[in-house]
């Protein structure tokens, strides 16, 4: 595996870092236009809906705290990179603390300047 680059990095810390706000408008700069993500309760098409998806999560789970660990940059390009990594999360769900763990990977592209999450997948 490649060693990613500091602002690759950077920029996933930012994410994590955003996600734990709890505040989609922090997550969604973040965000490419065309980014799609799949989670275990389905498929999301575009920021609106990527955004509701965050939305409703943020809702159910209460003080969720996000953690991601052990990445591995699997493609490094100029403009593009690809990471797996696992995840673990604990909040509080329906008045009980609840937690889970799972993988992730996601496609970073280069635009306007900066990392914009093109696509997130994450399963437990």
């Not at 706000?21 to 997550?27: A, G, K, N, T």
């Not at 799949?38 to 996000?66: K, M, N, P, V």
Request: hydrophobic letters at 40%; one cysteine or more.
């Amino acid at each position: 595996m490649a060693e990613a680059p500091a602002e690759l990095t950077a920029f996933l810390r930012r994410y994590e870092q955003a996600a734990n706000s709890h505040d989609v408008d922090r997550v969604m700069p973040l965000i490419a236009e065309d980014a799609v993500y799949w989670f275990t309760d389905g498929s999301h098409r575009g920021r609106a809906e990527i955004a509701g998806a965050l939305a409703r999560t943020f809702a159910a789970i209460r003080e969720e705290t996000y953690e991601i660990s052990d990445v591995e940059w699997v493609v490094l390009a100029p403009a593009h990179a690809v990471c797996r990594y696992r995840f673990r999360w604990t909040g509080v769900v329906g008045g009980r603390t609840r937690s889970g763990t799972g993988r992730g990977t996601n496609v970073v592209v280069r635009r306007d300047g900066g990392w914009k999450m093109l696509h997130e997948h994450l399963s437990s």
